[in-house]
């Protein structure tokens, strides 16, 4: 039988914090350019490799630590392996026009909107609380990543300030998800020893019925 989302979730949730770690490091890459307007495209390049790199890399690892637990498994490798190419890409290519570093930024950030909403999605059907807001701020996030693909001839700080709100609002969806993770984590221990012997007893029965 095909595991659920939930169950998925709540089987996975001991790595919450890499969702948290990569939200903030996204969260931070916008923080940079508002802060660092007149930066070179070489350095926003070299920053931003570096970041999608480690990003890509622990994704990557996450979605094949839990491939035995999580039904979605690939989609998190999918993306982990984009967002590692375009860090390697931005690596390899260090003196970028600033339209091909916001192409390569837009459709990192539209590929993760796109994945950002079907979450969402999957969060309201498993009645996940406040999945409005994680649908809201991936919609934002696809909005501006359209944004800096239709328009990446964008120059100077005009284009430097789209980039800093599209990482930032990617960033946001990841760390509220992360803490909606580990809301679901610490809600076995705010059971009651009750509830918890009737779930076993359930789950017992449930199990024994499937062997007959």
Not at 3 to 25: D, N, Q
Not at 117 to 126: C, P, T
Request: neutral net charge; aromatic residues 16%; glycine residues 6%.
């Amino acid at each position: 039988m095909a595991r659920t989302f939930y169950k998925s979730i709540k089987e996975s949730i001991k790595y919450w914090w890499i969702l948290l770690l990569i939200g903030l490091l996204f969260i931070g890459l916008g923080v940079y350019c508002f802060v660092n307007p007149l930066a070179s495209y070489a350095a926003l390049s070299l920053v931003f490799s570096i970041s999608f790199l480690f990003s890509g890399i622990s994704e990557i690892i996450f979605s094949i630590a839990n491939k035995d637990e999580i039904d979605s498994w690939g989609w998190t490798l999918a993306y982990g392996i984009v967002t590692t190419i375009v860090g390697f890409l931005l690596v390899v290519n260090p003196v970028l026009s600033l339209e091909v570093f916001a192409y390569y930024v837009g459709f990192l950030i539209l590929f993760r909107s796109i994945s950002g909403i079907s979450h969402s999605f999957d969060l309201k059907n498993y009645g996940v609380k406040d999945w409005g807001f994680t649908l809201f701020i991936s919609i934002i996030s696809l909005i501006l990543a359209i944004i800096l693909l239709w328009t990446p001839q964008l120059a100077g700080l005009t284009a430097v300030v789209w980039l800093g709100m599209a990482v930032i609002t990617s960033g946001l969806f990841a760390v509220f998800l992360s803490f909606q993770l580990k809301r679901i984590k610490d809600l076995p221990d705010n059971l009651s020893d009750d509830l918890k012997r009737r779930y076993a007893q359930i789950k017992q029965e449930i199990e024994d019925f499937r062997n007959q």
